[in-house]
């Protein structure tokens, strides 16, 4: 139905829209090579050396290893509680299942530093000191939503005859998991520890109200800038972010195609969904 | 055999991620709510814990204070809708034009920046914004430290949350109804208007909920890029943490954007948004 006019307009308007996405991400990442100790443009000159400072700082190290850590540690958790409740809530009907799945996706849905003020609060309350295992708490809360998104989806497309067919033929319960069940989701597993740990690797929003004197990386990089110091360093530590969060998010839409990584990005449909 | 029967089962595998959520998260929102009706003893800077509505008081009596509300709400807003604006056209192309192939290019070409670092977004663009920067020595435009500056980086962060849900919205119209349209006489611009509108609406109100949500609860971006002349709730809550040390004070500052976004649930599922896509 369109004319040619408005399909050349459109082509110029999603050419403009692509260029504003991009352009900030490639200037960052331009700026991350850049010789001079001054945030000026056009760029001095192409260099390795804030890599380097950045490698040898022993804050950035120690923020990067706990960010390292407590990714992988929230992620675990999330595998195992969201698969659990995917698993759950896609084989039995029964009365409250609404109610859950709706409180599963709070945590994305609701604005992060909800999460992260009354976490806060809670700890203050109960007296928790703050410290890694708080960060873990919050991290984990949302990677659960994530793992159980991306397995709820999968579930949902997955026939339920596969796994009777299973149980006809005489398996038990654990082997139509082992044999049936588990290969048909594990992409979407696969794809959904990916999400969650890059989610969680970037996270800052409710860091801030979980960490205490603790440093992740997104907290140096946070601290960094509002002080207006080191900041060429943090042109070189902030590359280095955006790498390792879109290398599992790219690695998860190969594994599971594009679908499984705009998932995560909708739980508010997920969640009347149900 | 208990294991054998259903419901020991599924009580097996949903009380662990249940009890997470209860005690914790469910938890701690319910502290929220009653630290919010509580005080700070402004000399030993103890929490008493005495019910009172004293830190709401404090909010809506101060015009500074709903000067913020008010600033908050209207960019959120404002970020809201020219981001549906944008986004319209842009998964118009997506759903209607473009080959499969070109779809999918597309389709992973706005979720990378969705999923690109937070922090390094918002740095960029302060990079952009700055004095000697980007923008200004290209066409000697100062917008850091404006409404202006956090309006514009809200636009960008959440853009791709937009487009997706609008995306889905229009793909899934039948192209019959199109073409009914148009033997029955209308142009593209009436199609347009009364037939691939009224059925997107769901989606861009789905996309509405990410764009004014995150808009919302942000005091990063506004911190960052809006400084001292452009102070959101979040900027709030956060120095009331922090050097304040002042919860209840911040909790009640909370409750704010939790109000305002069941609200803007509740609207939302009315126009269907949750069935969207």
Known sequence: MESGWLRAGLRVWVAVVLA?????????????FNSSNIESWPIAGFSLHWFAVAWHDNQVRSAFLLSLRVGVIATALAMLLGSATAYALSK????????????????LALPGILTGIALNSFFSFTGIQLGTVTIIIGH???CIVVVYNNLIARLRRTPGSLAEASQDLGARGWQTLRFVT?????????????LAFALSFDEVIVTVFTAGAQNTLPLWIFGAIRLGQQLPEVNAVVSIVIALTLIPVILAARVAGAGAISRTARPAETAGAD | MLWRRPWARATLLLTPPLAWFLLLYVAALVVLLITAFWQINPFTTNIERVFSFGNFSQIFSSPAY?????????????VTVTDAVVAFPFAYFM???????????LFVAILL???????AKVYSWLLIFTKGGVLSSILNVHLIYSNWAVFTVFCYLWLPFMIIPVYAALERI??????????LGARTWRTTRLVLFPLALPGIVAGSIFTFSLTLGDYITPLLVGGTSSTFIGNIIYSNIGVANNVPFAAAMAMIPIVIMAAYLLGARALGAFEAV
Request: without cysteine; hydrophobic residues 55%; proline residues 8%.
């Open chain 1, 20 to 32: 504003f996405l991009f352009i900030p991400i490639i200037l960052i990442v331009l700026y991350a």
């Open chain 1, 140 to 142: 984990t809360t949302f």
């Open chain 1, 182 to 194: 588990l290969p048909l989701t594990a992409t979407a597993l696969v794809s959904g520890a990916l």
């Open chain 2, 95 to 105: 759903a209607r034009i473009a080959a499969p192939r070109t779809r999918t290019i």
């Open chain 2, 174 to 183: 039948p192209p019959s109804q199109i073409e009914a349209s148009q033997d």
């Open chain 2, 66 to 78: 709903r000067n913020i509300i008010g600033r908050t709400v209207g960019i959120a807003a404002a």
């Open chain 1, 92 to 107: 039995f009907a029964f009365f409250g299942r609404e109610a859950i799945s709706f409180l599963l996706v709070l945590p």
């Open chain 2, 113 to 119: 920046p969705l999923w690109a670092s937070y922090l």
